[in-house]
């Protein structure tokens, strides 16, 4: 009898101790749950800080772009409105040479400016970090170069630092269409 009653007490022993293993188990799961939930709410929080900090940046460097043309309006015609810079080498005198050759180096400076701006567009869409407006981006970035031919011929001189003419080159993605026959 006292064997029984010991086997008893040791099945009972056991049956409570796989009921506390098992609510052990739970709790743990529960915290692992807990834990993966909450780091799933922070990665979105995260990656909507990191859009948002990105999209000020571009908007930022945009508005330092946007900055240029009002402050340098002779520049707007040459990259709105596909127009040719004067050739400084038929100006009249040495004063008109000098100031075409003057406005075709703001103007080459500008078409450089602009071309790192998209290059870090293209670079930020790349990486997945901002991706809301990307549309958008990128038909600017076409248009831009279908309305300057200097923008085009920079790009075009230096597209080597900008990624070559590949299909994934700033050239290949957005100039190359618009740019045709420049």
Known sequence: MELEGDHARALAKSSQARKRRRAELLLIGAGVAATLIAAAYQYVGIRSTLESSTAASLYAQQQEIDRIFVDNVDLQPYFWRRQELPDPAAAHNAAGKLQAQQLAARAEATAHRI?????????????????????????????????????CRALWADRESFGGNGSDSLWGRYAEEPCRGM
């Open 115 to 151: 071309l790192d701006h998209f290059a870090h567009l293209k670079y930020q869409m790349g990486m997945q970090a901002f991706t809301s407006e990307r549309a958008d981006w990128e038909a600017y970035m076409r248009q831009s170069f279908a309305e300057s031919l200097i923008l």
